[in-house]
């Protein structure tokens, strides 16, 4: 009954866009698989330069690993690995899923973005980021944003 409701959902919402063409624009199925440190967290080894990165919903952070069954987990190995801008530790709180666009990972044929809330000590305003467990991609830390020590 919940996946009819949602399906429902998805097409009403689909076809009220002008496209169905993905708006996406930073996915990337070469990019390395992702894998897991010893603290249950993702390795991250780059740094983005793009302003876009994850704070524009066109250019979210794909953290598509291995299945999409439990995006809870993946949004968390992602965000456990993120600290402040000088090291501080952050939290951070899910607000909605948002901007449906097309994808073959789904068994709807459709995914969504969901959008966390980053805050951290200190900070003057908590910053937006969209996460996409659907697609793969280069896995990087946002700017303004390091890793946890």
Not at 20 to 40: V, Y
Not at 93 to 122: D, M, Q
């Amino acid at each position: 009954m919940k996946k009819s409701i949602l399906f429902i959902a998805l097409l009403i919402s689909m076809a009220s866009c002008s496209s169905t063409q993905s708006t996406l624009k930073n996915t990337d199925d070469k990019a390395p698989n992702l894998t897991l440190s010893k603290d249950n967290t993702f390795v991250i080894t780059e740094y983005s330069k793009d302003k876009k990165y994850g704070y524009d919903k066109d250019y979210p952070i794909n953290i598509f690993f291995n299945n999409t069954k439990n995006e809870t987990i993946n949004q968390g190995r992602f965000l456990n690995a993120l600290a402040g801008p000088n090291g501080e530790k952050i939290t951070f709180t899910k607000l909605e899923s948002c901007c449906p666009f097309p994808t073959k990972r789904s068994e709807l044929g459709a995914g969504f973005l969901e959008v966390f809330e980053i805050k951290w000590a200190g900070q003057k305003k908590p910053v937006l980021l969209y996460l996409n467990i659907y697609e793969k991609g280069v896995l990087m830390v946002p700017v303004g944003l390091t890793l946890k020590k």
